[in-house]
């Protein structure tokens, strides 16, 4: 099965496709969509895209889209990979509370995760593709994260400048909750 034939077949809700694109889009591969969300509701629309052959497709009357990988598989939440990925750091017994991505303001990229546990504050490195690479620092559970507002919100508490997008700032909110504050 194609990455285009799953995508259909276990995302599409009740999908209409335009013309002759059905035909341009299963026997290649597509080379990505891109969810148009609608303003007023937040929920998607349309999707356009390539089809295997870089032909212009769009599909309408979509309720959800997700991407698949290469092997037909939905790919794994973003808290949840970065909650496996920070296993190895983490000491016997202790639990993860909460997870989110972070950056440095000179990178174009979130290059920083905090953990944070019942016990610290962890903040890794990830490489390009978000996995932890190595241990950037900890601090006291103690330690304060938010409040969050604005776009992109600056965090201090490593001794380094962070910034966090507003994507995150509930796992912020959830974190100090956490925590007692």
């Known amino acids: 099965m194609t990455t285009a034939e799953t995508i259909y077949r276990k995302q599409f809700r009740s999908a209409i496709i335009h013309g002759d694109v059905m035909d341009r889009i299963f026997p290649g591969e597509v080379a990505g969509f ?11 629309q349309e999707a356009r895209g390539f089809d295997g052959r870089g032909e212009w497709a769009v599909i309408s009357g979509i309720s959800s889209l997700r991407m698949t990988g290469p092997g037909g598989g939905a790919g794994m939440a973003v808290r949840d990979r970065l909650r496996k990925g920070a296993a190895q750091y983490l000491e016997p017994d202790e639990q993860v509370q909460a997870v989110f991505y972070a950056k440095r303001p000179e990178m174009e990229y979130n290059d920083r995760a905090v953990v ?12 390009f593709f978000g996995r932890p690479t190595g241990l950037a620092g900890e601090v006291p559970r103690e330690t304060k994260l938010g409040p969050c507002n604005g776009f992109m919100h600056p965090i201090d508490a490593f001794g380094t400048r962070l910034d966090i997008n507003r994507r995150f700032f509930k796992d912020v909110a959830e974190a100090d909750r ?4």
């Not at 956490?178 to 504050?181: N, T, W, Y």
């Open 116 to 127: 944070a546990t019942d016990r610290r504050l962890l903040l890794l490195r990830l490489n």
């Open 34 to 44: 891109d969810p148009v969300v609608d303003a007023a509701t937040g929920h998607g």
């Open 178 to 181: 956490a925590a007692g504050f």
